[in-house]
C-alpha cells in the first residue's frame, strides 16, 4: 500500500522558512500526482501545491511566489519549501499522492488523490 509521511513541520516566526518533506513508500509509478494540502481545524482544506510527474506544478493564489513543490526521485520524496512565512500559514499540513494516467484529468485539475498522509503541523508566530 502506498503511504506519504510527512516530516519537517514546527514553529517558526513570521518571515521564516520551512522545508516540508513527502516520503512515499510502498510502490511506485511512471506517472503520478504528489500535492500538499493545509488545514485549519474548523475550516476547509486547501490544496496549497501539486506536482504531475509529466512536469507542471500548480500553486494556490495564497502562496504563489513564496511555495515551491520539487521532488527528488531518487528518494522517492516531494518537498514543500515554505518562505517568508505568515501567520495565515498556520495549519496542518498534508501530503497526497495517487497514480495517474495520462488520459485522465491533470494533476492540477479537480484530480482524486485516494493516498494521504498523517499530516504535520506548522506554526507561524508574529
Known amino acids: 500500500q502506498v503511504r506519504p509521511t510527512e516530516s519537517g513541520g514546527g514553529s517558526v516566526q513570521s518571515g521564516g522558512s520551512l522545508r516540508l518533506s513527502c516520503a512515499v513508500s510502498?510502490?511506485?509509478?511512471?506517472?503520478?500526482?504528489v500535492a500538499w494540502f493545509r488545514q485549519v481545524q474548523g475550516k476547509e482544506r486547501e490544496r496549497v501545491a501539486v506536482?504531475?510527474?509529466?512536469?507542471?506544478?500548480t500553486y494556490s493564489d495564497s502562496v504563489k511566489g513564496r511555495f515551491t513543490i520539487s521532488q527528488n526521485i531518487t528518494e522517492n520524496t516531494v518537498y514543500l519549501q515554505m518562505t517568508n512565512l505568515k501567520p495565515e500559514d498556520t495549519a496542518m499540513y498534508f501530503c497526497?499522492?495517487?497514480?495517474?494516467?495520462?488520459?485522465?484529468?491533470?494533476?492540477?485539475?479537480?484530480?482524486?488523490?485516494?493516498?494521504w498522509g498523517q499530516g504535520t503541523q506548522v506554526t507561524v508566530f508574529s
Open positions: 497526497a499522492a495517487d497514480s495517474r494516467h495520462p488520459d485522465q484529468v491533470p494533476c492540477g485539475g479537480d484530480f482524486q488523490l485516494h493516498w
Open positions: 506536482l504531475d510527474s509529466e512536469g507542471p506544478v
Open positions: 510502498g510502490a511506485s509509478y511512471n506517472y503520478y500526482c
